[in-house]
């Protein structure tokens, strides 16, 4: 059976993010640092979470020339993380010079953010319908031997088809019920459903960090992964 394993985003101030980094310490190994906490706190936020013993995701979502993602690379080697993001978009010599460049940080590629809607995908100049071009990029991520592939729930059961077993596939938008109308995370997966669908790491924010009792939160999507 499948080992699920929890991210925690840590989409909060250094504070408010060490607060909770403390309070699941003993539950949650691996927390996401996304670009606004890095812009703010940058290597003080991803030490924050190593004093604690937890393991980081930078979710910078790489996309630049090869030799410059080569030597962000290189740099992040440094940090002691556990993972970093790409856009697999950046194109196979692009994703190639990163996964070469990476010591033992894995490299997770992003297909086609899902803010991205049916208007917004055509505007851009895509032919392919979204799904496909999803795939097809998805694909790209396994023939170039990323790590991971970041994908939407929606799109997971299809993927972990097409890919087989050799990639690690997270997915965001995970919720454990249907919550307020003006959540902006309207096709979400609970973490059961997703373990299910073939999901190797869930993403989950503000279920954990904005509730009452953030331990409490963690340990009921931490049950329904067991
Ligand atoms: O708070 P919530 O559980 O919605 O947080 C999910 C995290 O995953 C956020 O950091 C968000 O930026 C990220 N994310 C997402 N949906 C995507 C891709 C990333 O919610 N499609």
Redesign the pocket.
């Known amino acids: 059976m499948r080992k699920t394993k929890l991210i925690t985003?840590l989409?909060l101030d250094l504070k408010q993010a060490e607060e909770i980094v403390y309070s699941l310490k003993n539950y949650v190994k691996y927390y996401?640092i996304?670009p606004v906490l890095f812009m703010q706190y940058g290597v003080k936020s991803i030490e924050m979470v190593k004093k604690y013993g937890g393991e980081v995701f930078l979710d910078l979502k790489l996309h630049d020339i090869p030799n410059t993602v080569k030597e962000a690379i290189e740099e992040a080697n440094k940090l002691g993380i556990y993972s970093i993001s790409v856009h697999t978009l950046g194109g196979p010599t692009m994703i190639k010079s990163a996964v070469n460049s990476a010591k033992k940080l894995k490299i997770w590629g992003v297909t086609i953010?899902?803010s991205i809607d049916l208007i917004e995908f055509h505007r851009i100049g895509f032919r392919y319908s979204l799904e496909k071009q999803v795939q097809h990029l998805a694909k790209l991520a396994n023939d170039t031997s990323l790590d991971g592939v970041?994908a939407?729930p929606r799109e997971l059961y299809y993927l972990r088809q097409t890919l087989g077993e050799n990639i690690k596939i997270i997915t965001?938008?995970?919720r454990l019920k249907p919550t307020s109308a003006d959540d902006d995370?309207k096709r979400f997966m609970t973490p059961r459903q997703a373990k299910e669908s073939g999901s190797d790491f869930i993403?989950?924010?503000?279920?954990i960090t904005k509730a009452q009792n953030p331990i409490k939160a963690a340990q009921e999507i931490l049950k329904e992964i067991e």
Do not use: E, F, N, W
């Open positions: 985003a989409d996401k996304g953010l899902t970041i939407s965001p938008s995970i995370q993403v989950v924010g503000r279920p």
